[in-house]
């Protein structure tokens, strides 16, 4: 759980934790099989153009106990 907001950026770097906007991911798939988000969490995505290998599913995991959902956001 990351427990607060998580960002991804092109370029970012798979090296980076993702949990700065000075430290961004390179795409979203990265940053969901890295982090098991929770429901408040957001993700931060810059524009650009990212490779998607495979479907990006929110689930019922993905909520907190009162409903709140993982928030992506540009």
């Known amino acids: 759980a990351t427990l607060s907001d998580v960002w991804c950026s092109q370029p ?11 430290e961004p991911m390179p795409s979203l798939e990265l940053v ?5 988000l929770n429901g408040g969490d957001i ?3 810059d524009t650009g153009q990212y490779e998607v290998t495979n479907n990006i599913v929110f689930g019922p995991e993905d909520r ?3 409903a709140v959902r993982v928030a992506v956001r540009t």
């Open 12 to 22: 970012g770097n798979s090296t980076n934790s993702g949990l700065s906007s000075a």
């Open 32 to 36: 969901l099989n890295t982090y098991d």
């Open 43 to 45: 993700v931060y995505i």
């Open 64 to 66: 907190s106990a009162n």
